[in-house]
């Protein structure tokens, strides 16, 4: 069985995550789509390391690191949106995981009430996973996210700490 973890990101892990970042694959299906540069990479890792509120985790499987996380915390609450992509060339299963982890340390470690996440309507991928973690869907944005011209909807899933729960001990 793998050992699988996750750990706060270090200024070590800047490159490797830049790498997934910025791959094709991941850039797609970002809000901002933008090639980051080693700069830009740089000054977001210095603004996450001052905030309180937010935080990066690295997924590790037997050692090898396959993905990050991103929990923001709202201001005086108990409720954070989170962010996440793996690396593009990482096992099929890998992201399911990473989420699980995540799930756990965001309401057992953090003791967060709700974790949150928006997904743009054409990433299939992203609004299946969030569905197989037993999110709900809470909204609907209509033609809310500009690319090319073209308008998407934006899908607004979220996941209670009680939710989790019994989600984990009935599928987990």
């Known amino acids: 069985m793998a050992d699988r973890r996750i750990r706060a990101m270090i200024e070590s892990d800047l490159e490797q ?23 830009e990479h740089q000054a977001w890792f210095a603004g996450l390391q001052r905030d309180p509120l937010r935080c990066a985790l690295l997924y590790e499987e037997d050692g090898l690191s396959l993905g990050v996380i991103t929990l923001r915390r709202l201001q005086g609450m108990s409720v954070a949106e989170w962010g996440f992509y793996r690396d593009p060339s990482a096992p099929k299963g890998t992201g399911f995981s990473m989420g699980v982890l995540a799930l756990n340390h965001a309401f057992k470690s953090l003791r967060l009430h709700k974790v949150y996440g928006e997904v743009i309507g054409s990433n299939a991928a992203s609004i299946g996973f969030h569905r197989k973690l037993g999110f709900c869907q809470e909204g609907l944005l209509r033609d809310h996210f500009e690319t090319d011209g073209c308008y998407e909807d934006v899908l607004c899933f979220g996941m209670l700490a009680e939710e989790w729960e019994s989600i984990k001990e009935q599928n987990l």
Do not use: A, K
Not at 17 to 38: A, C, G
């Open 17 to 39: 995550v830049l790498s997934w970042r910025n791959h094709p694959d991941i850039r797609e299906r970002m809000f901002t789509r933008q090639e980051i540069s080693q700069l």
